[in-house]
């Protein structure tokens, strides 16, 4: 157990708890080095123990260091002490857009096209190098007081398998958001990234997840096998545009999505301009 002023690799204060998830516990600290605070997971028991999912934690989240965008959160340093694992990062004064779904319930046509805008363009970077988030959904995705949208947890989610998630109940989460091809054992691809991307901003519009269950198999089945909702029946006055584009980003098929997040992008820039929305 990790306790209020505790040092972490004798460099981390740890001020308090923040957060806890099926993969990491959350703790804002403050790096007495750089004369900072930092968000601080530290991975839980059960994964730490696993000596190959360590090992792939930590390269993951190396390789998540080498991303630096605006809308992605910054991971400033992976280590290990005395047998607990961590990944430290810039630690955001913000709320999930969970929480903002649960607040708010739908969101406007315009709002939802902003937040996409900056998670695919973050996502963008992310793809240019070929680097797979594997878990995106709204609790993992961060948006601060002044609009701007932070994706989180890339080290942790990459380093993450679709065995692995089905054995972490606390996850349940992922799997509403979770591609065909996850779901059927096949990996995952740039495509897989955006069918989740389709999910989240079909739930931002909506207020509702399109598929649901009693549990993980149930839903994974129905995005396997069931067609996706039609966004019109939920919302008539949804512009074409934004429904065509939540349709090609959860396609069964991978082949039939955008190729990656830039090319998602670029459809949601011009999304809402006149020509498009009739």
Not at 111 to 131: K, L, N
Request: aromatic share 6%.
């Amino acid at each position: 157990m990790i306790m209020k002023g505790q040092k972490i690799s004798d460099r981390y204060q740890v001020i308090k708890s923040i957060g806890e998830g099926g993969m990491a516990n959350v703790y804002l600290a403050y790096d007495t080095i750089l004369d900072r605070n930092v968000a601080i997971k530290l991975l839980r028991g059960d994964l730490a123990s696993d000596e190959k999912f360590v090992h792939r934690f930590q390269r993951e989240a190396l390789s998540a260091s080498s991303l630096n965008h605006p809308n992605i959160v910054e991971v400033y340093d992976v280590g290990e002490d005395s047998g607990n694992y961590y990944i430290v990062m810039e630690y955001i004064e913000g709320k999930h857009l969970k929480d903002l779904i649960k607040k708010r319930g739908k969101l406007t046509t315009s709002e939802v096209v902003d937040i996409m805008m900056q998670i695919t363009d973050g996502m963008s970077v992310a793809h240019d190098s070929y680097i797979i988030h594997r878990d995106i959904k709204p609790q993992n995705i961060m948006i601060l007081e002044n609009g701007l949208v932070k994706i989180t947890d890339f080290g942790i989610a990459m380093a993450m398998n679709a065995t692995q998630l089905t054995q972490t109940n606390s996850v349940m989460g992922s799997f509403h958001y979770l591609p065909p091809e996850q779901a059927n054992g096949n990996g995952s691809s740039l495509q897989s990234d955006i069918y989740s991307m389709g999910i989240v901003m079909y739930e931002l519009l909506t207020g509702k997840l399109p598929f649901r269950g009693d549990n993980a198999v149930e839903i994974a089945l129905k995005h396997l096998r069931e067609p996706m909702p039609d966004i019109k029946i939920e919302i008539p006055t949804i512009p074409n545009s934004i429904a065509n584009i939540i349709l090609k980003a959860t396609a069964k098929n991978p082949k039939n999505r955008y190729t990656d997040a830039r090319e998602m992008h670029e459809d949601l820039k011009t999304c809402m301009e006149d020509a498009r929305i009739k």
